[in-house]
Structures are given as structure tokens and as C-alpha cells.
């Protein structure tokens, strides 16, 4: 089986630009998580969804948004960019909506560098 | 917020050594995961740790967890180069989310 997969691997923005980053779920997986990763820190959480409906938010501006597809496929936006978004975001799946009693299981992330 | 705070922030050993890392935190869990990072890459999920255990082994790491003090260490035994990484733990969140300290950077120098 597929691991999760994100899209793209690489991206590079300037300050006020839009970003829109892409992720599938392992197969039969229906929750999916967003983290964003600065560098030197730990992932720190943004959304969780779950059945196409928000079930989690973390502490991050409304420039932040996500979705997800009938096909359990996630897209997180983000708006105005700024230098601060440079990080990693990870995407991370899991079969239910089971809080961390569960192992989520990540892809290997999205490097967003902003000019 | 932080909920997990790995000790030490950074840690270097010879091939073969053991490597111990541990992590505190501050309320009360149902579990506490112990995740790897290779070279800012995904995180690879090591192993979960329910609170009515007290040790648990997976291979050569084990993990111990203490409910009463709050911690938790992982223990890597005969450690080779390939364990270079960052070492996270993580407890739960309130909204289903996981809680990850700054994590603890190994190098196993060959």
C-alpha cells in the first residue's frame, strides 16, 4: 500500500502570494491532519479533518484554511503569504477520527520557502 | 502550546552505544507516541504507549512511561548510524491532535 503522499515537495513563494498544498491519505484512511514544522521545532498542529468536516483547529491565523475531498484527499491554503510561513507542512493519516489513540501516519511534507 | 519537552536537545554517541532520550509532560494522557524525523523529512511513527503501561519493547527500542512523574524515556540499544535522526514524543491534544516537544537530535558517529 501507499504510504501518504503530499504535493508538491518543494515550493517557493514571495510575501502576499497564495498557496495551495495537496495531500492523499493512505487508502482507507478518512481523517487527515495538517502540522506545520519550523525549522528547530517540533510540528505544530493546524487542522484535522475528518468525513469532509473540520474537526480540529490549532492556533493559526484565518489566512490558514484546508478541506477534504469525497475522496478523503486534503487540500491546505494559504493566503498572504508571509516570511514566517517558511516551514515544513506535514500531512498526516489515520483510519478514524480517534484522537491520538491512534498512530497517525505521515508523508513526507511540503518545503514552503517565502522571499 | 507544548505539551512534550525532549532531554537532552541533542545527543551524540559511537556506533554500538545506547542512547537514551527522554520526555516530559504536563497533564494527564491516554497515551504517549515516540515518533523519528530523518533530515527534516515525514515522521515515522516508533511506537505508542498506552498510560496503564509501564514498559513497552519494539525491536531495539524500549520505552518506558511514568504517569507519576509525568515522563517518559526511549531507550535505542546498539545504536548504528542509520538512528541518526530527530526523536519526537507526542501526547494528545484536545482536539485529536498530537502535541510534539522540540525533539532530540542523535548522531551515531560510525
Known amino acids: 500500500d501507499a504510504g501518504v503522499t503530499q504535493s508538491p515537495t518543494h515550493l517557493i513563494k514571495t510575501r502576499g502570494q497564495h498557496v495551495t498544498l495537496r495531500c492523499s491519505p493512505i487508502?482507507?484512511?478518512?481523517?487527515v491532519s495538517w502540522y506545520q514544522q519550523v525549522l528547530g521545532q517540533g510540528p505544530q498542529f493546524i487542522f484535522q479533518y475528518y468525513e469532509k468536516e473540520e474537526r480540529g483547529r490549532g492556533n493559526f491565523p484565518d489566512r490558514f484554511s484546508a478541506r477534504q475531498f469525497p475522496n478523503y484527499s486534503s487540500e491546505l491554503n494559504v493566503n498572504a503569504l508571509l516570511l514566517g510561513d517558511s516551514a515544513l507542512y506535514l500531512c498526516?493519516?489515520?483510519?478514524?477520527?480517534?484522537?491520538?489513540?491512534?498512530?497517525?501516519?505521515f508523508g513526507p511534507g511540503t518545503r514552503l520557502l517565502v522571499l | 502550546s507544548q505539551q512534550g519537552e525532549e532531554d537532552p536537545q541533542a545527543l551524540s554517541i559511537q556506533e554500538g552505544e545506547n542512547a537514551t532520550m527522554n520526555c516530559s509532560y504536563k497533564?494527564?494522557?491516554?497515551?504517549l507516541q515516540w515518533y523519528r524525523q530523518n533530515s527534516g523529512r515525514g515522521l515515522v511513527h516508533l511506537i505508542l504507549i498506552r498510560s496503564n503501561e509501564r514498559e513497552k519493547h519494539s525491536g531495539r527500542l524500549r520505552v518506558t512511561l511514568d504517569t507519576s512523574k509525568k515522563s517518559s524515556s526511549l531507550l535505542i540499544t546498539a545504536s548504528r548510524a542509520a538512528d541518526t535522526a530527530s526523536y519526537f514524543c507526542a501526547t494528545g491534544g484536545s482536539q485529536g491532535n498530537l502535541i510534539f516537544g522540540k525533539g532530540t537530535k542523535l548522531s551515531v558517529k560510525p
Open positions: 497533564t494527564s494522557i491516554n497515551n
Open positions: 487508502s482507507g484512511h478518512k481523517s
Open positions: 498526516a493519516s489515520s483510519r478514524e477520527w480517534t484522537g491520538s489513540r491512534e498512530t497517525q501516519y
